[in-house]
């Protein structure tokens, strides 16, 4: 049985979640991109993010990062070529910029890069298809 998005540490946000997609990445048409789509990410988002990334090997310098090189060696540029939606906010004392990085680097593994999103937000799908990663799924 899942636990509710209160037991699992989102608290306070509704994390609406849109209906599941044929198959991931479906969705990507950008239509529904607009910031008030958007969970501002707090302290309670953050923890949960960190356990679940942290659950799948995905943590600052974990195993998503070496997964994307580019096909001649070099290293990619720290520009993130994906536009973000909404205005950077700042982070939760418990999120930095090393776990933003981490996240968008499982996003790309997960070819959920079209959902990146400006620092300091979260985007509610994204956190049901990370959980559903953890669980199995």
């Not at 993010?49 to 001649?72: D, E, I, K, N, Q």
């Amino acid at each position: 049985m899942r636990a509710s998005s209160a037991a699992r540490g989102i608290t306070g946000a509704s994390l609406p979640v849109p209906s599941e997609p044929a198959a991931r990445g479906a969705d990507e048409d950008n239509a529904w991109r607009h910031p008030a789509d958007l969970v501002p990410l707090d302290e309670d988002a953050a923890g949960e993010l960190r356990a679940l990334l942290t659950a799948l090997g995905g943590g600052p310098g974990g195993r998503f990062g070496t997964v994307y090189r580019r096909m001649s060696g070099e290293p990619a540029e720290d520009d993130d070529p994906h536009p973000a939606v909404g205005e950077p906010r700042p982070f939760p004392s418990n999120w930095d910029d090393a776990w933003q990085r981490a996240l968008h680097e499982w996003m790309d593994v997960a070819n959920l890069e079209a959902r990146i999103v400006a620092p300091g937000w979260v985007d509610p799908r994204v956190v049901e298809i990370l959980r559903s990663a953890q669980d199995g799924g």
